[in-house]
């Protein structure tokens, strides 16, 4: 199941695609990655992950390379940009799962997706975590707002 | 023809240090004869090593602090003390918990006199002008650390500008985040959506300066004084890998390792 | 059904006293701290004013407050507004030490902030200092709050010589109902102060809770777990830096290595120092001012009896030495169970979470309302095992009720604040319980202790005031132990004899004043210096 890691920020994502596009002319080993970012895998496999889930970037075996909708990203302006995280987003989790409840609180999408078998948020964070991932993500690309008790999907 | 010439060359320069000597009140001098001058459309960066009293500078140029003697002058006036013309970006990152990101933004602007309605509305445009329409009820402790930047910037923005003053702004963060910043609040500084004309940022990273600054200050020596000036002209964006920006690289360790002989 | 009435308009009396006098006391000390951290003079002021107050307990000087405002204002009116002074006294140090450190702890960037736009003092108040310091003063509401229901409950009768002085509240309608024997309705007020105390303290600590959710910093924890400081890029900087033999060189010079460790914009403090001495002069001039109007109570006293007050220093020094004894015991019985019960609540999830409720509950439920109560009951077992010691016994016993609580909460909550690396520590040593003890916990909860202690002992002669000697605690019978400062004075007061009383109370103040400021403050310092655990830690 493709989910957005809690711990990737929008920051890394540019900072990724900037880096491989600019540094790296847009394809490199996660190796060489790390050493130029001087940053560990904690720090970097969260937005690798995450960015591969959301297609903006290839990355495997050992490899990544920067997918044509990062490069597009990299080439928008702001909102062209969020444009193109919502329409990733839809696809994958928890936003596919919000999507289907439309309207909803932070405890409702957590259930639901422990029915659906995402297990990322299914620990003593993970209520915390889940509902900075929906602002970070969901909201910054505006498919979501924020309501009285939860969050709604932006129609 | 020559008084026009004289007033342009007045304008263009927005922000200005004149011959600045600062001491803390224990007698230790920090500066000696600090001359800067900070031009519209550009990103100066001041560098040198930890503890020369880069921080303690940029409070200077805001008028934070009082220098011993020297002048700061905004757009040719001299300044006295803090206005919300020059604006102090944090290395940390300071948004007011208790206050939702809209209640950050108006903050800058409760001293200036503006009804409540016209206070929000700008402050919608301040935050969207960062990327966060639709924040404006969240609170900080609700946001990452980037949002959050975001929302201070915001603050700032809110006040009009025509400096930003940065104090190592990304220092705390690790690298790929702060690449990511870096970038974004490039692009949202230099919008031209803004009344803002010059930046000047405080680091000791010394890639990240290369990398955003089109003139660079070398700060070194006890008291310290400006030891050097270099204009940056590669294109953006930079590549950090390329020669000619390690050449660049080179040149900025240069200054701060002086020949053996003269020390 | 009028008896219910009476008794709940009593309760209520009292509570909404002493909520209106912390309020009070929150408002006034906002404006006091602020002119602290903008005017070095009057912060040394402010400082010694508060510690020296705060280890004074007021109640000693209050037959003298009490005759101040009964002849200055007089009537009903008079009392009123002693009992509400006394209050005042007893909840405000707490108060306003708490707003004092949390103005001079807000973070400079903010401040710059505000600077930055250009605010006046009462915005800079109202956005930034003021709900800066709410939690803080959330956590000093509790003890502020239960210091008051004990101080005004004690007031509100009170007898000097021949006449005796009234406020309506919970005291006084206990009295009432005291005298008239009847006990249902005593039993009745007990149980609705106790229901009003309760709810108090629930109120408390959602205000607590909330306090502490909307207004504390998070230090940008959660986002620096993901921007931590980046220790690699640290080390590039020096290694770049360290190519410069200038700066290596500074690194080995001791004014720089201060400043280095982060670039210091703010200019240097001036050397607290030399205040120190100071310090000491202008707390007992302070002390002096504040008594003046007692001082000139007693001088309008004829000369003879002058003569009386100073061959009777020394019996009154006699007597304060064995105040202090009992103190000590007190102090040593309190920090014992403090020890073992707050170190057992600190590391019993479940204990802790009935526990700490409970103990705030009773600690905020005055001492001396159910007192009698308990004296009458266990007096009679009592005599026939201790005999001529059961007064003494008893006196022990309400200075250890009216104060061991402080103690207690300050070891538990020095216990909490260990950083987790001491407990993985001690596990990984095998550390018995009394070497853990010793090696780890108390040095490292050594600040937290030192803090308690000093309320313990601030509290416990309040206890003493009004142990030592208690006219008719129940019919005719009374508490009364045989020798201790805190007896005459209150027997001076009971006789009418004013001069005697100021006189007691001046030197007592005088000794604890010293005290204070020789003992605690230094045993403060050394605390702050040497044992702040948080340190120990490096966190990255």
């Known amino acids: ?155 | 023809m020559e008084a026009k010439l004289k007033n342009e060359s007045v304008n263009r320069v927005i922000l200005e240090a004149e011959h600045i000597d600062f001491s803390y009140d224990n007698g230790y001098k920090v500066f000696e004869n600090i001359n800067i001058e900070a031009e519209t459309g550009k990103f100066i960066a001041i560098i040198g090593p930890s503890g020369i009293g880069k921080s303690t500078l940029l409070r200077i140029l805001g008028g934070f602090l009082k220098p011993d003697s020297g002048k700061i002058k905004l757009m040719g006036k001299q300044l006295y003390e803090p206005t919300p013309e020059v604006a102090l970006i944090h290395q940390s990152i300071v948004t007011f918990p208790w206050m939702t990101a809209e209640e950050n933004v108006m903050l800058s602007m409760k001293t200036k006199n503006m009804s409540r309605n016209e206070m929000v509305e700008k402050a919608k445009v301040s935050l969207s002008r960062v990327g966060l329409e639709g924040f404006e009820d969240l609170y900080p402790k609700e946001m990452s650390g980037g949002m959050r930047q975001r929302v201070a910037i915001a603050r700032a923005f809110a006040a009009n500008p025509h400096v930003f003053l940065m104090d190592e702004p990304f220092a705390h963060l690790d690298e790929l985040t702060a690449e990511g910043l870096r970038q974004d609040i490039y692009n949202i500084l230099f919008s031209g959506e803004t009344p803002l004309k010059s930046v000047i940022m405080v680091s000791h990273n010394l890639t990240e300066v290369l990398e955003l600054a089109d003139e660079i200050y070398i700060l070194n020596n006890i008291p310290a004084s400006i030891i050097g000036r270099v204009e940056v002209t590669m294109q953006r964006p930079r590549n950090p890998r390329s020669d000619e920006f390690n050449s660049n690289l080179d040149m900025l360790y240069g200054y701060l390792t002086p020949p053996r002989n003269k020390r | 059904m009028n008896e219910l009435l009476l008794i709940i308009l009593g309760v209520l009396a009292t509570a909404i006293q002493v909520i209106i006098l912390v309020i009070l006391s929150i408002i006034s000390g906002w404006f006091l701290a602020y002119a602290s951290i903008k005017s070095k003079i009057f912060e040394n002021i402010y400082i010694i004013f508060i510690e020296i107050f705060e280890s004074v307990p007021v109640i000693t000087f209050f037959p003298v407050v009490l005759i101040i405002f009964i002849t200055r204002i007089g009537g009903p009116l008079g009392t009123q507004l002693a009992t509400d002074f006394l209050v005042f006294t007893a909840v405000v140090w707490n108060i306003w030490m708490g707003e004092y450190q949390a103005f001079k702890t807000v973070p400079n960037e903010m401040v710059e902030v505000t600077q930055n736009s250009r605010f006046g003092l009462f915005s800079k108040l109202r956005y930034l200092y003021i709900p800066f310091s709410i939690p803080r003063i959330a956590a000093n509401l509790f003890p502020s709050v239960s210091d008051g229901f004990f101080y005004i409950t004690v007031s509100e009768v009170f007898t000097v010589g021949v006449h005796s002085y009234q406020t309506f509240g919970v005291g006084s309608v206990l009295d009432t109902f005291v005298a008239d024997a009847n006990l249902h309705a005593v039993y009745l007020t007990l149980l609705i102060l106790g229901i009003v105390i309760v709810c108090v303290i629930l109120i408390l600590r959602e205000f607590s809770r909330y306090a502490v959710s909307k207004y504390t910093l998070d230090t940008d924890a959660p986002i620096l777990k993901r921007g931590r400081l980046n220790i690699k890029e640290t080390t590039r900087i020096f290694a770049a830096i360290s190519k410069n033999p200038l700066s290596r060189l500074s690194r080995y010079y001791k004014y720089r290595e201060n400043e280095r460790h982060e670039e210091k914009y703010e200019k240097k403090e001036k050397k607290k120092k030399y205040y120190r001495y100071g310090y000491g002069a202008i707390a007992i001039l302070l002390l002096i001012l504040i008594l003046y109007e007692s001082v000139s109570l007693v001088l309008s006293v004829k000369i003879d009896e002058w003569y009386t007050l100073f061959n009777g220093t020394g019996y009154l020094l006699y007597s304060l030495g064995y105040d202090y004894l009992r103190v000590l015991t007190i102090l040593l019985i309190s920090m014992v169970i403090a020890i073992f019960l707050g170190y057992y609540l600190a590391v019993h999830k479940r204990a802790e979470f009935f526990g700490i409720p409970v103990i705030q509950a009773l600690s905020s439920y005055p001492a001396p309302i159910y007192f009698p109560f308990l004296f009458i009951l266990t007096e009679p077992y009592i005599i026939g095992v201790f005999g001529g010691f059961t007064n003494e016994l008893y006196v022990l016993f309400l200075g250890f009720v009216s104060t061991f609580y402080y103690v207690l909460y300050a070891f538990w909550m020095g216990v909490k604040a260990m950083p987790g690396e001491y407990w993985e520590i001690t596990k990984n040593l095998k550390l018995g319980f009394f070497k853990k003890m010793r090696k780890v916990i108390l040095p490292s909860t050594f600040p937290y202790l030192i803090s308690g202690i000093s309320s313990t002992i601030n509290s416990a002669w309040g206890g003493l005031m009004i142990g030592e000697y208690w006219p008719d605690i129940y019919g005719t019978h009374s508490l009364e132990i045989h020798t201790g400062l805190m007896k005459t004075i209150d027997l001076a007061t009971a006789n009418g004899n004013i001069a005697l009383a100021a006189w007691g109370s001046l030197i007592f103040g005088i000794i604890v004043a010293v005290y204070s400021v020789v003992f605690t403050r230094r045993m403060m310092d050394v605390a702050q210096e040497k044992y702040v655990a948080e340190e120990g830690v490096y966190s990255s």
């Open chain 1, 1 to 155: 199941m493709d989910v957005i890691d809690p711990n990737a920020r929008i920051a890394d994502l540019v900072g990724l695609l900037y880096v491989l596009s600019n540094i790296f002319d847009g394809k490199t080993d996660l190796y060489r990655l790390e050493k130029e970012m001087e940053v560990d895998i904690d720090d970097l496999m969260p937005i690798v992950y995450t960015a591969s889930n959301l297609g903006l970037v290839n990355a495997e075996s050992g490899d990544i390379s920067i997918a044509e909708k990062g490069i597009e990203y990299i080439k928008s302006g702001m909102f062209q940009r969020k444009n193109i995280i919502k329409s990733s987003l839809t696809k994958i989790e928890p936003f596919n799962t919000a999507i289907s409840m439309n309207s909803f609180s932070i405890d409702d999408l957590l259930d639901r997706l422990k029915e659906n078998g995402v297990q990322t948020f299914n620990n003593p964070d993970g209520s915390h975590d889940l509902e900075v991932i929906l602002i970070e993500w969901g909201m910054y690309s505006k498919l979501l707002k924020k309501t009285d008790d939860g969050f709604e999907v932006i129609s």
